[in-house]
């Protein structure tokens, strides 16, 4: 049983899946949009195109959907789809609310049709390139790891700029980041939440914000995003107690991680004149007592999310992107919300 998809919502996301999904053997059958222009546009790529739901929904043989419409409709769009006997994966952020997953989520056990997210972050390459120099040790226990994303756009464009559609950053790029570090600690509670949301420009929504969480046992996890950040920080930079990580950007081109050398040579006894002044602790490190290492090869492909769903389907995979691990996503995100709101830390056990 191949996978003939429809994708509802072809909107610069719609259009990215109906453009990649053929990619991991995929077939793309159908779209739906209220938009005629962007219905205009599935037709001249050969896909034929509704602007009727419900008879969208009847397309012969089509058997999946993939929800890209703004983020306010992707729960009564999957619920519609699945009660037509559509599988559904929907884009990131699955919705606004856990209490609306919960019935996402009811809705996919009451019809059993799949339902996941598009979390497609989880096969970048910076990730997985952090994710194997963590996790292999490499630079001991790690104590702190800071995800960040900068740009320089500002101000959003359409439905991104509204609260009511689900704009904001914090569901925007934080969805990923926050479902990339909780995945890589599945099974330790996230206990502490602090989070500043902001407005650098004159905006309905947050496009800059800093997230801490502290974790049972593990790693103090800090996100930042902002839209309107002119100089680059490092996309990740991670501390351990034996070297430091650092992965410039998306592609990995520049980075390494960096460990102390054990030689005869003296570290930190004397005290050195510096531009800070004179200190021991914050003194250049003689170059033979540090090593730096290159950051890893991974091999990543993120074909691999449209062929677990296939496998899926034949009954022959589990999800990758399972419910329980969205639901704490969306979970995290409600605490989010509230500790900025009320501007106060709040304790959790996600
Ligand atoms: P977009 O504005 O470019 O496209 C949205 C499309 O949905 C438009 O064509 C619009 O006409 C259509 N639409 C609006 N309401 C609709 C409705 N009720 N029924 C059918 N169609 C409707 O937005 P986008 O950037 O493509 O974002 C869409 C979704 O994809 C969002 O949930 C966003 O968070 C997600 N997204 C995910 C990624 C990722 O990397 N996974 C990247 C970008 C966007």
């Known amino acids: 049983m191949g996978m003939k998809l429809g994708i509802i919502g072809y909107g610069g996301m719609g259009y990215w899946h109906g453009e990649y999904a053929p990619r991991a053997g995929v077939e793309v059958v159908a779209a739906y949009d209220v938009d005629p222009k962007r219905l205009e546009m599935a037709k001249d790529n050969g896909i034929e ?35 037509a006997g559509m599988h559904v994966m929907v884009e990131k952020p699955a919705t606004m609310s856990v209490a609306d997953w919960d019935d996402m989520v009811a809705e996919s056990e009451k019809t059993g049709q799949i339902l996941t997210v598009h979390q497609n972050r989880r096969w970048d390459k910076d990730y997985n390139v952090m994710r194997k ?16 994303v900068f740009g320089t756009g500002g101000a959003f ?14 569901l925007d790029w934080g969805v990923h980041l926050f479902d990339q570090l909780l995945g890589m600690y599945p099974d330790i509670k996230v206990t502490n939440v602090y989070a500043k949301l902001m407005t650098v420009l004159d905006q309905k929504v947050d496009d800059y914000f800093k997230v801490t969480l502290t974790l049972e046992n593990g790693p103090l996890l800090h996100v930042e995003v902002g839209t309107y950040a002119f100089y680059k920080l490092p996309r990740w930079y991670v501390i351990g107690n034996e070297g ?27 005290v050195v004149m510096t531009s800070a002044g004179p200190t021991r602790m914050m003194a250049p490190r003689p170059p033979e007592t540090k090593e730096d290492f290159p950051l890893p090869e991974v091999e990543t492909d993120w074909t691999e999310l449209y062929q677990n769903l296939v496998g899926v389907m034949e009954g022959k995979e589990d999800l990758i992107v399972k419910p329980h691990q969205v639901r704490r996503v969306l979970e995290l995100i409600e605490v989010i919300f509230q500790s900025a709101e009320e501007d106060r830390s709040i304790e959790v056990r996600i």
Request: charged share 30%; hydrophobic share 35%; glycine share 10%.
């Open 49 to 83: 195109a509704y602007d009727n739901l419900d008879e969208f929904l009847k397309h012969d043989g089509m058997n999946f959907v993939v929800i890209a419409t703004p983020n306010d409709v992707h729960k009564e769009l999957t619920i519609k789809s699945m009660h």
């Open 133 to 148: 120099v963590v996790e292999e040790g490499k630079i001991g226990e790690v104590l702190s790891i800071e995800s960040r």
């Open 157 to 170: 464009f359409g439905w991104r700029s509204f609260p009511e559609y689900g704009g904001g950053m914090i």
């Open 244 to 270: 430091t990580l650092q992965i410039d950007d998306f592609d990995c081109e520049k980075g390494g991680y960096m460990k102390p050398r054990y030689t005869d040579t003296p570290v930190a006894e004397v």
